[in-house]
C-alpha cells in the first residue's frame, strides 16, 4: 500500500483578531487564576504555548511529507512559505491519493490543524479519507502515538520515548526542537525548521514499519 507521512510545524499568529485577542485573554486569565502574579518570562510562555498549539490563535509554518510507493520508492518534500500556499500545496499533492496516511499524534493534532487552517483560508479539502479521522481504526489514518498506546491516552509516550524505545534515531537531539521553533522561525530559520519537521517525518515512519508488525490488521 502506498503511504504519506506527514508532520507539521506551528507557531503563535503574529496579528490577531479583537476577538481572538479577547479569547486569549481569557485562556491566559484562567491559567494563571489563583496562582501568583506571573513573571512576564511565565506569561509569554503560557502565551506562547496556547498560540502555538490551537489553530484558532496559530498558523502552520511547514508541513513535511514522505511519499513511498509499493515498489519501494519514496519521495520527501518540506512545505514551507505563507500558509494558505503551504495548505493549497498539500492539498494538490494528497489529492486522489488512496493509501495510508501515516503520523505521530496526528489525528489530535496534524489532521485538525490541517483542517481548520484550511478553513480559515476557504481552501478545498482535496481528499475526504484524510478528513475521516474515526478513532480505533487504522485506516485511512495510521496515529503511531495512539497506536503504541493502545489507544489509551494514559499510556502515551512522545516521539523521542518511542525513538528509544524502538531503537529508531530521535529528531529530537538537535537543535532545532518542538519547544523553540517558534524562536527559530521569527530569526528566520526556515530552512532548518524544515529539516527538523522532516527528521520528525522519518522517526514516524521507521516508527510505523516496525509498529505494523505487531498490530492486528483487519
Known amino acids: 500500500m502506498e503511504t504519506i507521512t506527514f508532520d507539521i510545524e506551528t507557531v503563535p499568529q503574529t496579528e490577531l483578531s479583537n476577538i481572538q485577542q479577547h479569547e486569549l485573554d481569557k485562556k491566559l486569565e484562567r491559567r494563571f487564576s489563583g496562582s501568583s502574579e506571573p513573571t512576564t518570562e511565565e506569561y509569554e510562555s503560557a502565551k506562547s504555548l496556547i498560540m502555538g498549539t490551537n489553530p484558532y490563535f496559530g498558523e502552520i509554518v511547514c ?38 496516511f501515516i503520523s505521530f499524534n496526528g489525528l489530535s493534532f496534524d489532521v485538525p490543524w490541517i483542517i481548520k487552517r484550511s478553513m480559515k483560508h476557504g481552501l478545498k479539502a482535496t481528499n475526504q479519507s484524510f ?26 509516550a512522545s516521539l523521542r520515548l518511542t525513538c528509544d524505545h524502538l531503537g529508531i534515531p530521535s529528531p529530537k537531539e538537535e537543535e532545532i526542537t518542538a519547544e523553540n521553533v517558534s524562536v ?16 520528525d517525518v522519518q522517526a514516524t515512519y521507521n516508527a510505523y514499519l516496525i509498529s505494523k508488525n505487531y498490530t492486528f490488521i483487519k
Not at 511519499?67 to 493549497?88: A, P, Q, V
Not at 474515526?134 to 489509551?152: E, L, R
Open 184 to 199: 527559530a522561525f521569527k530569526d528566520g530559520r526556515i530552512k532548518e525548521i524544515k529539516e527538523y519537521c522532516l527528521r
Open 131 to 156: 478528513l475521516n479521522t474515526k478513532k480505533f481504526f487504522k485506516y485511512p489514518h495510521w496515529d503511531v502515538h495512539v497506536i503504541m498506546a493502545d489507544y489509551d491516552r494514559f499510556k502515551a
Open 63 to 100: 508541513i513535511g511529507l514522505m511519499k513511498t510507493t509499493t515498489d519501494g520508492k519514496y519521495d520527501t518534500i518540506g512545505l514551507t512559505g505563507d500558509e494558505k500556499d503551504i495548505l493549497s500545496r498539500f492539498w494538490k499533492i494528497v489529492s486522489g491519493f488512496r493509501g495510508l
